[in-house]
């Protein structure tokens, strides 16, 4: 009886938490603009001259997908 009753407990406390978490991920996403300004700054940062123009599009490729966003064709 008990056991049924910790089950119960434990499950309704998880569903709270991925709800909150769920809720905390859409309040803090960052708009298109910000992710690519973002993702342009810190790419070029370091970035020595024998990076060619494909490993520029795939590392801001890369850096934009971590955000949730995938980069527009021109």
């Known amino acids: 009886m008990y056991k049924s009753q910790i089950i119960v407990a434990l499950s309704v406390g998880m569903l ?8 905390a991920q859409k309040a ?4 298109y603009e910000q992710a690519y300004e973002k993702c342009r700054t810190t790419d070029m940062v370091g970035q ?12 801001g490729a890369a850096c934009m997908k971590k955000y949730g966003y995938r980069l527009k064709k021109q």
């Open 16 to 23: 709270f938490a991925a709800t909150e978490l769920a809720s």
């Open 28 to 31: 803090n996403k960052m708009t």
């Open 48 to 59: 020595g001259s024998s990076a060619g123009p494909g490993q520029h599009y795939t590392r």
